[in-house]
């Protein structure tokens, strides 16, 4: 019984810290690098991190703190705000559901190579590469579904000269979801990877 009562209370203690660390990145110069398109968010390594240490349900956890966050900002941008006039429910969930889904699926594959694989920096190597780009395709799948027939998003993709909605996901991510895929490849893979063996996972 108190072995189980310190598990549950070492975990909370960590998730707890892990949420922490989403909320302070998102409301900081630390969770986005600003550019004139999308920008670039580092939001996706205290998810990996979360998904790794904590399994697929702390992976989720961090993922809807996260989705939380974006939601919040659409009232102060000006792409969130267009969202939000088209459809709140939509905006909802696309801020929402992939982020929760990117931290819970994340952390499946990283219990799923680390069980499988022999070479075990593997495991975070692919979580930390796996959680920035089902961000970036759960999210662009989510505004395709509900606002790519919009006037709003019909209007950007005239203006970017594409015609359909998988163009229109290439252009609009650009290169700001390379840059973000790679800068949370290597900053979660390092973390993730240290703080497992500090926790003595």
């Known amino acids: 019984m108190t072995t189980a009562k ?3 209370t070492k975990y909370m203690v960590e998730l707890a810290l892990m949420i ?3 909320f302070l990145m998102s409301f900081t110069p630390l969770g986005y690098i600003r550019t004139p398109g999308l920008s670039v968010t580092l939001l996706t390594v205290p998810v990996a991190v979360g998904a790794v240490i904590l399994g697929p349900t702390g992976g989720a956890i961090c993922g809807l703190a996260f989705g939380v966050t974006s939601f919040y900002q659409c009232f102060s941008t000006v792409f969130g705000t267009a969202l939000l006039s088209i459809s709140p429910v939509g905006a909802f969930i696309t801020c929402i559901v992939p982020r929760v889904l990117e931290g819970w699926l994340t952390g499946l594959l990283f219990a799923f190579l680390y069980g499988r694989i022999r070479t075990r920096k593997i495991s975070w190597y692919g979580a930390s590469l796996a959680c920035p780009l ?3 395709l759960l999210f662009m799948s ?3 579904l509900f606002f790519y027939h919009s ?3 019909q ?3 005239a203006g970017m ?3 359909n909605p ?3 996901v290439l252009a609009f991510v650009g290169i700001q979801g390379l840059i973000e895929a790679v800068l949370c490849f290597l900053i979660a893979s390092v973390v993730s990877r240290t703080v497992y063996g500090v926790l003595g996972k």
Do not use: P, Q, W
Request: net charge negative; charged share 5%.
């Open 134 to 136: 089902l961000n970036t």
């Open 151 to 153: 006037d709003y998003i």
């Open 20 to 22: 922490a660390i989403v």
């Open 161 to 163: 000269g594409v015609g």
């Open 166 to 168: 998988f163009t229109f």
């Open 142 to 144: 989510s505004l395709v």
């Open 6 to 8: 310190t598990f549950s």
């Open 155 to 157: 209007g950007m993709a």
